[in-house]
């Protein structure tokens, strides 16, 4: 049994003091620390024990982080907290809360009722690279000059051509993010570009969605997928927590 001394409390996110935790939401830690809110004028913190000692980071410590934030993002607004951040107990959440109140408060105001969607696109690499050698004549006359030679013997046309390669999916990306912004983008309250998790990443942004808003958002995302299908491979993400758009951390600093 972990002594008292040797606990601290795990802070998911900020939300209205009304929320109540579910009773089968479970924390991160090994085992799984109980979800519990602490509450301080209009607002509470959702938090779990969590030993000052163990190390936090594993995968099912951040899923465990996402699936609580993004349940409760489900059903009220909520101020995600940096993953990993462990204070003393209930006193220095209380003396958070009501340090930032007004600010948080009106935070969660502008967040009621909405969700955010990410969509994350990611090329076919062999079909990218047929329509870039098919549009430009170097890439095309390099890609010959290495075909089936030995690495070591064509090395500077292989450097040559990647970095064609690497030119031209940076700027079809800034094409590709500006049009899916301009196809979806009415039916979102902000955007907020995300960055490349792949050298061959299509488009990589996050939506604010209001929820009289959602089923126009994604049918429009789903038509702009529909009309790469055969170059993008896309995925539509959500509803989440507003990751990219509004933390606790970002109000105090």
Do not use: C, W
Not at 91 to 113: K, T
Not at 140 to 149: D, I, P, S, T, Y
């Amino acid at each position: 049994m972990t002594d008292q001394a040797e606990l601290g409390l795990f802070i998911y996110g900020i939300v209205p003091s009304d929320v109540e935790p579910t009773p089968d939401a479970a924390g991160v830690g090994d085992p799984p620390g109980e979800v519990e809110a602490v509450r301080q004028g209009d607002l509470a913190a959702l938090v779990s024990e969590v030993g000052l000692e163990q190390p936090m980071g594993r995968p099912a410590d951040l899923t465990a982080y996402q699936t609580l934030l993004d349940g409760t993002a489900a059903v009220a607004p909520v101020l995600p907290v940096r993953f990993g951040t462990v204070v003393t107990g209930p006193d220095a959440v209380q003396d958070l809360l009501s340090a930032h109140h007004d600010r948080f408060a009106e935070a969660l105001d502008e967040l009621e009722d909405t969700f955010q969607y990410t969509v994350h696109g990611r090329y076919d690499e062999q079909e990218l690279i047929s329509e870039i050698l098919a549009e430009n004549p170097d890439a095309a006359q390099l890609a010959e000059q290495v075909r089936g030679r030995p690495e070591l013997e064509s090395r500077e046309a292989r450097i040559r051509l990647g970095e064609i390669i690497s030119q031209s999916v940076e700027l079809r990306r800034e094409a590709e993010n500006k049009q899916l912004v301009d196809a979806v983008g009415g039916y979102a309250r902000h955007t907020a570009p995300r960055q490349p998790s792949s050298e061959l990443d299509a488009v990589n942004v996050a939506f604010l969605v209001g929820a009289a808003d959602e089923d126009e958002f994604v049918a429009a995302v789903e038509e702009f997928a529909e009309q790469r299908r055969d170059l993008i491979r896309m995925r539509l993400l959500g509803p989440l927590a507003p990751y990219d758009f509004v933390s606790a951390h970002q109000l105090v600093e």
